[in-house]
Structure formats: C-alpha cells, structure tokens
C-alpha cells in the first residue's frame, strides 16, 4: 500500500518534472500571448462530454507541433479517398515521449510527414473545417499517460492574457415539476420536497466576443457546511468513462451549466456561496440567498 503510494506520488511528480523540463509552446504563431480566438476551453460541457482540449478558430494557419516529437499517427482524407472523415477530419497526433501527446484535429491540410522527428518548427498541416467541425478552427489536446489523462493545455503552455474574472451568472434548482432559477444578489423563495440538484451558470469571457478563457477552480458552499471544491486541470479515462477528479459528466455538467450537486438546504433562510477561479488568479464570487420551505 505505502510503495503503490510512494509509485503514485512518484508519478506525480515524474509528469510535472517532464512538463517543466520540456519547454512547450502554443501551436501557432499569431498573436501571443494574447491567443485571440479562443473560443472553447478545457474541461468545459459539450451536451454529453468534456471538451478535452482547446479550440482556436483559425483557417488556413500552419499548425506546429508544442514540443520535439515524432508523428504518432497522422490520417488525412487523401489516404482513403473513398470514405469519409470521421470526428476529427485530418489529424495528427505527436509523440513527445514519456507517455506525452499532442493532437490536432480539423486540419484543411495536413504535411505528409508520416515518419520521423518533428521540431516545434516543423509544419504538421493548416488548420481547417474537416471533420466533425463546425467553423474553421483547431482543436488542440494535450495528453500523457499514454492517452489515458488529458491535461489543461492552459496550465502547460505558456501563460496567456487573462484580464476578465468569471462571470456568475443564476443558480438553477431542477425538480420533478420543473426549474427554479435564482439570480444572484436577491432572496428567492422556494418550495422543496428533497434535495434536488442544483446548477450554476458560469461563464470566463477571452478578449473578444464569443471568446473563452475557462474555469480552473470553483468552490461552493451552503450555510455552514464545509465548502466544496472541484479543479479542472484535467481528466482521466476511467473503465471507459473520462472523469474529472473521480466525477463522471453528469456529476459535473448538466443542461450545460455547473453541477453543484444536490444540496440539502435547511428550512428557512439558507446561504449559497460560489467562487470562481480562472487561470490567471482572476476570481469572483456571489452569493445567494434562499428562502426554502422544506416539505420533507
Ligand atoms: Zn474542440
């Protein structure tokens, strides 16, 4: 038990050394450290997943790959012309060693570089709208393990402009007879007959319009209970579910918004308080206040 500790702890530490002893980069050129266009985030909801990567709306930019590598596996259209592409269009994933990859999804193009070392200044292809890809754009992940954990490409890469804090938007109450929504800054009342789930909406706006930055950290706490906290550095395959933190996606995401999970208020007056955390240390909080006539 104490050596499978000792192994896991070592492991830890092994990927966060790799991570500082290779010097990653983004995979375009334009516009660091600003990264316009960044339009979805890491480990936010996509209806029934995580997104595990980034997305940076681009067409026809060369793609570079983040580290020294070698091609893992590239597919594009040209080598199976009779059928069509499936997600992620014409992509390539990198190996960085020691367990690291790179991918690249939607590729207009991509460099027939099918063997061989790659440099950060080696051209893997441009970017594009093949695949299951709506608007031309990247989507870049970044793995180790094998695979097996995708990792915050914003906690790896290097720092990107971040001057807007997260946004907190309503909390949402779902019962059996529907949704009570609860703005922020008011007291509400409501009528319960269980614990029902509750979610936030939350949003970290990027530079521009439609843009993302991402949430990293946000805690929650109700009355005086201890305060809960959920990170989003990464998720890890587990069976054949990805998870974040042990959570599967539905413990985490629902109709889009932040699960807080079902929260036992008292009859009364309770206190809902949420913090949020992006990044670049940019944080808000909002509280709210809940009227509950418990029925049970
Ligand atoms: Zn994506």
Do not use: C
């Amino acid at each position: 038990m104490k050596s499978r500790l000792l192994f896991f702890l070592f492991a830890i530490s092994a990927a966060g050394a790799f991570a500082q002893e290779v010097k990653f980069s983004w995979p375009m050129e334009r516009g660091f450290p600003e990264l316009r266009g960044l339009t979805s985030t890491f480990g936010e909801s996509r209806g029934d997943h995580f997104h595990n990567g980034v997305d940076i709306s681009s067409l026809g930019e060369p793609v570079h790959p983040v580290a020294p590598g070698k091609i893992l596996f590239a597919r594009g259209i040209e080598d199976d012309p009779f059928s069509p592409l499936i997600g992620p269009g014409n992509f390539v994933i990198v190996d960085h060693g020691k367990g690291w990859w790179s991918g690249y999804y939607h590729l207009g193009k991509i460099t027939k570089t099918r063997k061989g070392a790659v440099e950060p200044n080696s051209t893997l292809g441009v970017t594009g709208n093949t695949g299951h890809s709506v608007g031309a754009h990247l989507h870049f992940f970044l793995a180790r393990d094998y695979g097996r954990t995708l990792v915050n490409p914003l906690v790896v890469l290097p720092g990107i402009v971040d001057k807007n804090p997260p946004q907190i938007g309503s909390l949402t109450i779902v019962t059996p007879q529907g949704k009570t929504t609860l703005p922020a800054g008011s007291v509400s009342r409501v009528r319960l007959s269980q614990p029902f789930p509750v979610y936030a909406q939350i949003q970290d706006p990027g530079l521009e319009k439609n843009t993302n930055r991402g949430i990293y950290e946000l805690r929650w706490k109700l009355n005086d209970a201890p305060e809960q906290i959920r990170n989003f550095q990464k998720i890890v395959v587990v069976g054949d579910e990805w998870t974040l933190e042990g959570k599967g996606f539905e413990d985490v995401f629902g109709m889009g918004q932040y699960h807080l999970g079902a929260l036992s208020f008292q009859n009364g007056r309770n206190t809902v308080r949420i913090t949020a955390v992006d990044q670049a240390g940019n944080q808000s909080t909002e509280t709210f206040e809940i009227d509950v006539q418990r029925m049970y």
